[in-house]
Every structure is written in C-alpha cells, then in structure tokens.
C-alpha cells in the first residue's frame, strides 16, 4: 500500500513537472546595480548587458537593472560591499564607487595621468587591467568586462577656470576616494564629498560652486541649467565602468552560463565605450548651444595643472602599489 502510494505521488510530481515549461523552471532573476539612468551612457550599459543575456540565454537569465545606486539609498560608494556581501548580484560600476574598498582602482583617479582613449585602453587591454581585475576578483566580486564614463570635466557657476589660481576657494563637489579631496586641496579649491544624488539639490541652491564629470552627464542632467556655466576641458581623468558579479552568485552558475555572461558583459561594454566616444563632439556642440562657455587649455595652461597636482602621485602611488603604477605608466608611453 505504501510503496503503491509513493508509486502514485512520484507519478504525479512527475506530470507537474513534465507540465512546467523549460524555461519558467530554470529561468532566475538577477540584480543590477548602476549609479546613473539608461538616459546616461552607463545605464545604457547595463541595458545592452541585460538584453544580450536575456537574449542569448532564451530568457532564462534575466538581469533587473536598478539604476540611482537606489539598492544602496543613493550612497554609491557603498555599493561595492553590498555587493561582496550579496545585497547585490551584479553591477555596472564606476572605478571611482568602487576605490574606497579596492584601493588600485585609485589608479585612473591619479591626476592627468591618462592624456586621452588610446592611454584608457593601454591600461585596461594590458597587463594593470589585469592587476586591477585580480585585486577585485581577491575582494569577492568578480570582474568581466570594462565599459566607461569618460573624461571628467570641471564645470563651476562663478568664472571661468584655465589655471590652478581660478580654483582658490571654490567650492567643489567630488566623490569617492580621498585621492579627490587631495587632488583639489592641492589645486586650493575647496573640495566637499558627495553622492551624485545630494549634488544636484547642491548644485541648485548654490551649496556648491562646481563639480566634475563626464561630458556625457553634465549634458543630460542638465547641470548648466542649476547654474554651471562655465565649463573647462582638462581632462584630468578618466572613470572607467566596470561589469562585475558577487562571486557567490558566479559560482552558482554553469561554466556555459558565466562564458554567456562575460561574453555579453565584454560585447555590450565595447559598444558602450565606443557609442561614448563617437557622441563626444555632438554633445559638446549641445552644451555650447545652450550658453555654456567652454574653456579649452593651452599645453602650457595644462601643464600648470599637472604641476600643481604632482604631490598627488607621491601620496598616492604607494597606496596604489608602486608596481602597478610603473606598469600604467609604460603602457600609456608605449600606446
Ligand atoms: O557621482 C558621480 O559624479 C558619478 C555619477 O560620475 C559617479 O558615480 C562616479
């Protein structure tokens, strides 16, 4: 009697499962964390990241991006240890977010180290990119692909800014690691941290006279309209994105299912970096149009920033690793 009833519920279980499409079984939902919109190139990002895998996986993998750093409260640079804790699946990052618990990534934040793309490239396609990935993968996140913010411009609502001697006292809004704050001390501005989400009431209230980020963000958050109307072209770094996964989370997948994951991560970061690059001009052209006065530096006006933030690299370079940095340094040279 037993064994013909356990014969009859195996049966049954066996129907109801035969009855589940494929699919709905094994599908499973993941989190992705970004800081800003898919109105932004970085949303975009994680979108392209999503659909790729959604695609490619015939819906069984189904990526959830959250953008506005929303799965920390907006507090950015806590987002690297929600995600090695688990409260968060997988992100598409800035270096700069991620710094504080992962001290290498400070490299792209040193001063002027990165003069244009092709120095970007020459770090993350080499030999430090892969330094950086091993020291985020020893953290408990595992790293796939790059993708990027771009060059950090400085815009302020009081002057226009071509020398160190225009920041004297200017209250500027940075994020992150301190290597920023040292940065504009050492300039003689007057740098406060923020998260991006406290910038823009900050902005609009005249809290703060200036920030810095990508062409891409001041024009489609429309930081000239809460008052920045200068704009000055040094830059004077570069954020790379990264698209990382909480290493519990990697190791539950198949072999197939991480190979369709990085694939999809690597194809949707490098049509991202080149979509970026390929907007550069038309958004600059924008921002002009809309009233913003655009400073471009002579080599000497530049080469006074760079002078004046040197001490930078002493402080930091030891923090960073004195290796790494080397090598950095001789790929950019020899790219
Ligand atoms: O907060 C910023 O400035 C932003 C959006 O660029 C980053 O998250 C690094």
């Known amino acids: 009697m037993r064994v013909k009833q356990a014969a009859v519920a195996i049966s049954a279980a066996l129907s109801l499962t035969l009855a589940v499409p494929a699919f709905a079984q094994e599908s499973r939902?993941?989190?992705?964390?970004?800081v800003l919109s898919d109105a932004f190139p970085w949303g975009q990002a994680a979108t392209k990241w999503a659909e790729l895998v959604d695609e490619r996986s015939e819906g069984r993998i189904i990526l959830k991006v959250y953008p506005n750093a929303q799965l920390?409260?907006?507090?950015?640079?806590?987002?690297?240890?929600?995600?090695?804790?688990?409260?968060?699946?997988?992100?598409?990052?800035?270096?700069?977010?991620?710094?504080?618990?992962?001290?290498?990534l400070n490299l792209f934040s040193l001063p002027f180290l990165m003069p244009d793309e092709a120095a970007i490239d020459?770090?993350?396609?080499?030999?430090?990119?892969?330094?950086?990935?091993?020291?985020?993968?020893?953290?408990?996140?595992?790293?796939?692909?790059w993708g990027e913010n771009g060059f950090r411009e400085l815009s302020n609502s009081k002057k226009q800014v071509d020398?160190?001697?225009?920041?004297?006292?200017l209250k500027v809004r940075v994020v992150g690691s301190p290597l920023f704050l040292d940065t504009f001390n050492t300039l003689g501005a007057n740098p406060t941290q923020m998260s991006w989400a406290d910038a823009q009431p900050a902005l609009t209230t005249g809290a703060i006279?200036?920030?810095?980020?990508?062409?891409?963000?001041?024009?489609?958050?429309?930081?000239?309209?809460?008052?920045?109307?200068?704009?000055?072209?040094?830059?004077?770094?570069?954020d790379p994105l990264i698209f990382g996964v909480n290493?519990?989370?990697?190791?539950?997948?198949?072999?197939e299912d991480r190979e369709l994951l990085q694939q999809a991560a690597i194809d949707a970061g490098a049509w991202e970096i080149?979509?970026?690059?390929?907007?550069?001009?038309?958004?600059?052209?924008?921002?002009?149009?809309?009233?913003v006065e655009?400073?471009?530096?002579?080599?000497?006006?530049?080469?006074?920033?760079?002078?004046?933030?040197?001490?930078?690299?002493?402080?930091?370079?030891?923090?960073?690793?004195?290796?790494?940095?080397?090598?950095?340094?001789?790929?950019?040279?020899?790219?």
Not at 122 to 144: C, H, M, R, W, Y
Not at 247 to 255: F, P
Not at 279 to 291: K, M, N, P
């Open 72 to 104: 920390v409260s907006g507090d950015q640079t806590r987002e690297f240890s929600a995600m090695r804790s688990g409260l968060i699946d997988m992100a598409v990052a800035s270096t700069i977010n991620w710094s504080p618990q992962v001290p290498e």
């Open 274 to 291: 080149e979509k970026s690059r390929r907007e550069l001009s038309d958004t600059l052209a924008a921002i002009r149009e809309r009233g």
């Open 294 to 335: 655009v400073t471009e530096l002579t080599p000497e006006q530049h080469q006074a920033f760079v002078d004046a933030t040197a001490e930078v690299y002493e402080k930091w370079t030891p923090r960073i690793g004195a290796e790494l940095v080397a090598e950095a340094k001789a790929a950019i040279e020899a790219r």
């Open 209 to 238: 006279d200036g920030q810095e980020n990508p062409l891409s963000v001041f024009d489609v958050a429309r930081v000239d309209q809460v008052g920045q109307k200068y704009l000055t072209q040094w830059h004077y770094m570069a």
């Open 122 to 145: 020459a770090i993350t396609q080499g030999s430090a990119g892969e330094k950086i990935f091993n020291a985020i993968d020893k953290k408990g996140v595992v790293p796939l692909a």
């Open 29 to 34: 939902e993941f989190s992705v964390s970004t």
């Open 163 to 169: 020398g160190p001697e225009d920041l004297k006292g």
């Open 247 to 255: 290493k519990r989370v990697w190791k539950s997948l198949s072999a």
